[in-house]
């Protein structure tokens, strides 16, 4: 094998393995920095010995096995220096001596859920959300600082001392790198699907900029939510935000004309949504709920995906089903956003008065006193009842709340619309 051949496929392997290699080497050395050195270390140790002796018949478990050799030599150069300090040292000195001996002794392991422990770190309770998702795209995910930075529209300098103040913070709570158990497991699973969902909602509805969507933090949340599913196939929420995020995904190319404008759900060309997508995600459900979880609150949303996603047309769209959806959802998960959703569902399924006397209710919630979708709701509702004058101030009043150029755009035809 050709030397450029042989070092494209060093990093096409270390692009796959990455995440695997910094959750074993995180679990054993207990410090994820340096999990990221031995990961980084044991690259340079592949561009320099697989160009003479080509890529082995187990890429990743060379890899592994060259971190670990290393992280042993570490272990061994500073218990060999510390020992030279004086007595009192001298249980500093057994404590890294059973390091050694942990990471002699797993070596030859299989990683196991090492790499499903990593990702329940990086979402630890302890972080704040955005917090976890920077992290979480850093060590599983394998994207650089910059390219979070682009993803989230933010600062890379305040990106990176993001990730690093995430990663004292784990290390100050002594969070281990490992898969909880029992009722701990259920405690902290929603952690880390909110933090996918996160992901996945700031690529499908971007808050800020002048792009509608950004598809590849789509791709990463969606191969995250495979991850998951992989590890994790018996949890019914796990599969219903695999199964929500896949249907989502599918029309992603529709959400959007030509130009980048937005293209409502109601008008958009269903022959361009993704009928593999679409698939996937009605097979993850499917299984969610032969798992009994067909309550749970990312099984209830998926089912909602799926409504449109098995409509032909927008017309044929069951809505007093979304309707119902809707108030169970609102029963186990109950938030502002989900009641908002539900008096939308109920106008589409009962008539705009219905929507409007629900949005009402809304009018106080402190969590929706500046999220556009509130007013963008009632102009629709408003609209729909012949109310053009007061749906048209509506929609003006959503358009100044957004921070997406393309959204403001959409609002602002629906005002100038209503007639003057």
Request: with cysteine; proline share 5%; charged share 25%.
């Amino acid at each position: 094998m050709a030397a450029d051949s042989t070092h494209r496929a060093i990093e096409a392997v270390y692009r796959i393995e990455r995440a695997r290699l910094i959750a074993g080497l995180a679990r054993l050395t207990r410090d994820v920095d340096r999990a990221e050195e031995l990961a980084q270390d044991a690259l340079l140790a592949a561009l320099a010995d697989w160009p003479r002796s080509g890529v082995p018949d187990r890429p990743g478990a060379w890899l592994m096995a060259a971190a670990k050799r290393r992280a042993i030599d570490g272990f061994r150069r500073t218990a060999m220096q510390d020992r030279k300090h004086a007595e009192i040292l001298r249980e500093q000195d057994d404590e890294r001596d059973r390091s050694v001996e942990r990471i002699e002794a797993h070596i030859d392991d299989e990683l196991g859920d090492e790499l499903l422990g990593l990702m329940f770190a990086a979402c630890h309770p302890v972080l704040s959300p955005e917090a976890r998702a920077a992290l979480t795209l850093r060590l599983v995910g394998g994207l650089t600082t910059a390219e979070i930075a682009r993803a989230f529209l933010s600062n890379e300098a305040a990106v990176a001392a993001r990730i690093t103040r995430a990663k004292k913070a784990i290390a100050a709570a002594g969070v281990r790198f490992e898969v909880p158990r029992g009722t701990e497991l259920a405690a902290r699973l929603p952690s880390v699907l909110a933090v996918v969902y996160l992901i996945f909602n700031e690529g499908y509805a971007a808050t800020a900029g002048d792009a509608l969507v950004r598809p590849a933090l789509c791709g990463e949340a969606q191969r995250l939510g495979r991850i998951l599913a992989g590890l994790m196939p018996a949890e019914p929420e796990v599969l219903g935000l695999l199964a929500l995020m896949e249907i989502q995904a599918s029309r992603l190319a529709a959400r959007a004309g030509p130009d980048g404008a937005f293209i409502p759900l109601t008008e958009q060309n269903r022959g361009r949504w993704d009928r593999l997508l679409i698939g996937r995600g009605l097979a993850a459900l499917g299984r969610a709920e032969a798992l009994g979880g067909g309550d749970g609150p990312y099984v209830l949303q998926a089912a909602l995906a799926a409504c449109h996603a098995r409509a032909a047309c927008a017309e044929d769209t069951d809505w007093r089903r979304i309707a119902a959806l809707y108030d169970r959802l609102g029963q186990v998960m109950p938030s502002p956003v989900v009641a908002l959703n539900r008096a939308v569902a109920h106008s589409m399924a009962f008539g705009p008065e219905a929507g409007l006397a629900l949005l009402d209710a809304l009018g106080e919630a402190a969590a929706l006193q500046t999220y556009a979708p509130l007013p963008a709701a009632r102009g629709d509702c408003l609209l729909r009842a012949g109310r053009r004058q007061e749906a048209r101030a509506e929609f003006t009043a959503a358009a100044a709340l957004t921070g997406n150029r393309r959204e403001r755009d959409f609002l602002l035809g629906r005002a100038a619309g209503c007639g003057p």
